[in-house]
């Protein structure tokens, strides 16, 4: 850059701050089912509904019958940086709650056209927000909080531009769903799309929730891990070498109920099948790993999805061998079955 183009520093203006902030955060209709799903399991929801048009693109709505937001707080719930989730580092440090960072609401409605309806328990009536005027309004509903998105990236082309079809769109957003789903089978769920109902779960256990969601053939051809020892305890379903894929679609690893992308972990589960599994073929498998929150940083990226270990050669180790002893169960059954 030439001295004649250099511009003189200055602070940026609030909106572009959080338009900035929000391409972390918000990069197609699915991460905005993420945080606002997110966010209904943070509120103790018991079902939750996702609504969307268009992919998602042109609206997208979630709704719950969690414990709902009053309505002297509706407007902080879309400030940046403002949340109830954590008041101190040490809240951090222990953090319970799926969100923590009070920017999801902020950076949504920085990029779109955004309105709350909540009713908090015990409040007369609902009330109704909407992001750009800031008008607060009576509204109806039940217990609980409808958040809608419209119009996603109609203030940022650029961002827009990079969305795909509306196929495409929705499978992310329904993929986004199957995350949350795995991870909470006592939550009950269901999608519409263009008005029409694309899928339903009802609370149910865990393995009933897999063949649900992913496939009714995986517990049958899968085993239960159990494992873990000391701070860290490791539970799920890992399939059997017969039922490895030849694409990497089933792999679902939860540290402290978030679903996270993790090689460490991914290789800890590849290395248990090392004798098993040839070439490319790929485990499946939806693994939830619990482990005392100050041995997990989970404040690494904006969207949670990565997190950082404190130990992560004992972690690998556990992994493996949970999932080395489920597999090896598993072929003491295909004897027993063969010798009787
Ligand atoms: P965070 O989840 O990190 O706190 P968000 O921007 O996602 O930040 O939400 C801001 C705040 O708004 C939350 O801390 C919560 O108090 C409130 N909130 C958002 N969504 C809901 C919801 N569905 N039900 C109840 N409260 C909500
Ligand atoms: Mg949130």
């Not at 999805?305 to 050669?313: A, K, L, N, P, S």
């Amino acid at each position: 850059l030439g001295s004649t183009a250099r511009r003189a520093i200055r602070e940026l203006p609030d909106e572009l701050i959080s338009q900035i902030a929000a391409g972390e955060v918000v990069e197609r209709p699915a991460s905005v089912v993420r945080e606002l799903v997110d966010n209904a399991l943070d509120a103790g929801a018991a079902q939750i509904q996702l609504k969307l048009l268009a992919g998602g693109i042109r609206s997208l709505i979630v709704e719950d019958d969690g414990c709902g937001i009053p309505d002297s707080e509706l407007p902080l719930a879309i400030k940046r940086h403002a949340t109830s989730k954590i008041g101190s580092l040490d809240d951090l440090e222990a953090v319970a709650t799926m969100g923590f960072r009070g920017e999801a609401l902020a950076a949504v409605s920085s990029v779109a056209e955004l309105s709350l309806v909540s009713r908090f328990e015990g409040a007369a009536h609902a009330w109704r927000l909407d992001a750009r005027s800031g008008e607060l309004s009576p509204a109806a509903r039940a217990r609980g909080t409808s958040v809608e998105v419209r119009e996603l990236f109609f203030n940022t082309p650029a961002r827009r531009k990079f969305l795909k079809t509306e196929g495409t769109e929705l499978g992310h957003c329904l993929e986004a769903l199957r995350r949350h789903a795995l991870a909470r089978p006592d939550v009950g769920f269901a999608v519409w799309h263009e008005g029409k109902l694309v899928d339903q779960w009802r609370a149910a256990s865990l393995a009933q929730r897999i063949s649900e969601v992913l496939n009714e053939d995986f517990i049958g051809q899968s085993r239960e891990v159990n494992g873990g020892a000391g701070p860290m305890r490791i539970h799920g379903r890992v399939g059997l070498p017969e039922a490895a894929r030849s694409r990497a679609d089933m792999q679902y690893v939860y540290v402290n109920g978030r679903y996270v992308r993790d090689k460490l972990i991914a290789h800890a589960i590849r290395s248990a099948f090392d004798d098993v599994l040839h070439g490319n073929r790929q485990p499946s498998y939806v693994l939830f790993i619990d482990i005392a929150p100050e041995l997990v940083d989970v404040n690494v990226h904006p969207t949670k999805i990565e997190v950082r270990f404190r130990d992560g050669r004992e972690i690998h180790q556990q992994v493996r061998r949970a999932v080395v002893a489920a597999l090896a169960l598993s072929r003491t059954d295909d004897a027993a079955g063969t010798d009787g």
